[in-house]
């Protein structure tokens, strides 16, 4: 069993940074590959950054290349999302998320974070 507590989300102008938190507990918490998505409004759920069990393989979606950056911290079981040059259309709740199977899609996580919210003001 793993748990995940996300923290920092809040309320940021656009152009503006945050940086979010998930605390993994468990045994087994540091085999998992970690990943972030959110989910605006009215929309589904969607991929937006994972990194390996190891932390030497990222991966992006294109719409935030260059603007957020995920890492782990395997000695704290704690994995960040920096977001930088942040935007409107980031708004969303997002979600931290761990894996053991191949794959970034929603339904293929094992385990999900309750959700910090990020708000970006235009």
């Known amino acids: 069993q793993v748990q995940l507590v996300e923290s920092g989300g809040g309320l940021v102008q656009a152009g503006g940074s945050l940086r979010l938190s998930c605390a993994a507990s468990?045994?087994?918490?540091?085999?998992?590959?970690m990943g972030w998505f959110r989910q605006a409004p009215g929309k589904e759920r969607e991929f937006v950054t994972g990194?390996?069990?190891?932390?030497?393989?990222?991966y992006y979606v294109e719409s935030v290349k260059g603007r957020f950056t995920i890492s782990r911290d395997l000695a704290k079981n704690t994995v960040y999302l920096q977001m930088n040059s942040l935007k409107p259309e980031d708004t969303a709740v997002y979600y931290c998320?761990?894996?053991?199977?191949?794959?970034?899609?929603?339904?293929?996580?094992?385990?999900w974070g309750k959700g910090t919210l990020v708000t970006v003001s235009s």
């Open positions: 998320a761990a894996t053991l199977s191949s794959t970034w899609a929603p339904g293929g996580m094992d385990y």
């Open positions: 468990g045994r087994t918490a540091r085999n998992y590959d």
């Open positions: 990194i390996s069990w190891s932390g030497g393989n990222t």
